[in-house]
């Protein structure tokens, strides 16, 4: 019922000579949040990369495999990088706005890519994209005032915002809790919850809680192999290797 | 006991070294001041004000109008600031974000090579080599013009402009380039609308460093700018000579009489001098720490 978003097929990643992803194969569903969880340096932030090919600007990295986005191959000679960017979205582990105002940093995409017309279409599609972060109450008054000036959950949710404005179809979030409180955290995995009914959420997070309140799939990494991948309830519940068991309940990582 | 007072004694020998040597340092500057007030002071009095800010510079018939020279100074720096600033952030630009890691490794110790060519050797440069170009591509009787003294002094600030303006592209923190890049930008689009406005008070500071080292150059812009005392107020200006503050007080004060009106008025063009650097320097510092309290650079 949900129809297929990436499709990977048998990814190794390398910096160098150092093979950083082995053999990973898997799908991400449409419309539904995919957990990434795993002990820090396994590889998960680089799988993350690797779908918008933010990796691209790493000198000496390298890809094999396929990485299908609605059945394209996004490797293939000939994409545009940009146009894919576009279209899969990010979300940094430190909330990054741009040292503008509020307006500006959510205006940066459409103006960048001429997505509006004229000033109103503008201010309409950024009013849209900060209610869509659930930002426009606290912003609204004041939408030039200067975005570092902002809390940092709402910051992070400004980048969120910032990302929706260019209306992508995958949101890929690298830890975007990490930097924030519990509060800020549980406005954010609310928002999650929100946003996964018009976007495809792929969260990559070191916090297992985390990925079993928000997830509908849940991947678990280590050194670089997928071990296991499966609907986050069975995963945590009933997990079919060792190795995830030990993890989730403490005995590994 | 001998002991635990030699460490102390050493401390104390340092301390104070340090110590007379920044406080003597603050000394000399503020002895310069005062030589300067009590040399150009009284020229204000000697001359009438009407005088003295007037439009014609003929200290032989008592003629102290020092507009042209301001003006000339003027023309010349903005002009050369015009100039280098573009220059400048393209070629800081270029080295800090597209050249290639090997190409940058050269670049950089290069331009600051440039940063140590005496100012009498590109003044000599100037004469010899720009102004002949100057003056044919102009079709003017003369090469050594207000342009000519611009260019030079162009020269001569890029080198600060493109290492400080790279320093602040360089403070720009990666994840800025990130998320313009992950926002669909392309890297040009990232550089210009992300990176360099994120960099900005760093630009504005190159910029006035560049021009506090035009402003106060002598040697070169005397060797090139033809060094006539006239109103640079036509539109042309700039293709004719021009004299700037620093020339007038380099050229005349080997021929003056120590005391003397004239003497005094040369003191006096460097307490002009002095105040336009002081306040250009002043609105450098508060454009930076305005920007600095709204947090943040548009
Ligand atoms: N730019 C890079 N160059 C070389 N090695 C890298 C780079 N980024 C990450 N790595 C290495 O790749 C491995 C996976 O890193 P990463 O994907 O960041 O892990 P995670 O996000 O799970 O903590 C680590 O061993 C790390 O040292
Ligand atoms: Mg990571």
């Not at chain 2, 106060?216 to 503050?245: C, I, K, Q, W, Y």
Request: hydrophobic share 50%.
């Amino acid at each position: 019922m949900h129809t297929i978003k990436f499709s990977l097929e048998h990814i190794y990643f390398y910096y160098g000579k150092y093979m950083a992803l082995s053999d990973i194969s898997m799908t991400i569903l449409d419309r539904q949040i995919t957990a990434l969880i795993g002990p820090s340096g396994c590889g998960k932030s680089t799988f993350l990369r690797c779908l918008n090919r933010m990796n691209d600007t790493i000198p000496g990295a390298r890809l094999e495999g396929r990485v299908l986005l609605d059945n394209q191959d996004i490797y293939a000679p000939g994409v545009d990088v940009v146009n894919l960017r576009r279209r899969v979205g990010m979300v940094f582990q430190r909330p990054n706005p741009f040292p503008q105002s509020v307006f500006d940093n959510v205006a940066f995409g459409p103006r960048v890519l001429g997505l509006t017309r004229n000033k109103d279409e503008l201010y309409w599609l950024v009013e849209q994209s900060l209610r869509g972060a659930a930002l426009w109450d606290e912003v609204k008054d004041n939408l030039k005032q200067d975005a570092l000036s902002l809390s940092l959950g709402q910051q992070q949710r400004l980048c969120i915002a910032r990302a929706i404005a260019v209306s992508p179809e995958v949101i890929l979030m690298d830890e975007p809790c990490s930097a924030l409180d519990p509060i800020a955290t549980l406005e954010i995995e609310e928002l999650m919850r929100q946003l996964k009914e018009q976007y495809c959420i792929v969260i990559v997070t070191h916090n297992m809680q985390q990925a079993a309140r928000v997830s509908d799939w849940t991947g678990f990494f280590w050194l670089g192999k997928l071990v296991e991948f499966d609907e986050t309830q069975s995963v945590f519940t009933r997990p079919s290797q060792k190795l995830t068991e030990d993890y989730i309940t403490g005995r590994a990582g | 006991m001998e002991q635990m007072r030699r460490p102390r004694l050493g401390e104390f020998v340092i301390e104070s070294l340090v110590k007379v040597a920044g406080l003597s340092s603050i000394g000399f500057v503020v002895l310069i001041f005062f030589f300067l007030l009590r040399e150009g002071v009284p020229v204000f009095f000697e001359v009438e004000l009407t005088n003295l800010f007037s439009t014609r510079w003929y200290p032989t018939f008592g003629l102290f109008g020092t507009l042209p020279l301001i003006l000339g100074s003027a023309l010349v720096t903005l002009s050369a600031i015009a100039i280098a600033l573009p220059l400048g952030v393209v070629t800081a630009v270029f080295v800090r974000e597209v050249a290639p890691h090997w190409a940058r490794e050269i670049l950089k110790p290069m331009i600051e090579v440039l940063a140590g060519i005496p100012s009498v050797v590109l003044g000599f440069f100037g004469m010899t080599l720009l102004a002949p170009v100057v003056r044919r591509m102009l079709g003017m009787p003369t090469g050594l013009t207000a342009l000519t003294g611009a260019l030079i002094l162009a020269y001569m600030s890029l080198p600060t402009i493109i290492s400080v303006a790279e320093d602040a592209l360089d403070a720009v923190p990666k994840s800025y380039r990130d998320a313009g890049l992950a926002l669909g930008a392309t890297q040009w689009q990232t550089i210009w609308r992300v990176v360099v406005p994120a960099a900005r008070s760093g630009i504005v500071t190159a910029v006035m460093l560049g021009m506090g080292r035009a402003i106060g150059e002598t040697m070169a812009v005397m060797m090139v700018t033809g060094n006539a005392a006239r109103m640079p107020l036509t539109l042309d200006s700039l293709f004719r000579p021009v004299r700037t503050m620093t020339a007038t007080i380099a050229a005349e004060m080997g021929e003056v009489a120590e005391g003397s009106v004239h003497y005094h008025a040369l003191f006096g063009i460097g307490i002009i001098l002095f105040v336009i650097t002081f306040i250009l320097n002043l609105t450098a510092a508060a454009t930076i720490f305005k920007k600095r309290r709204r947090g943040g650079l548009r």
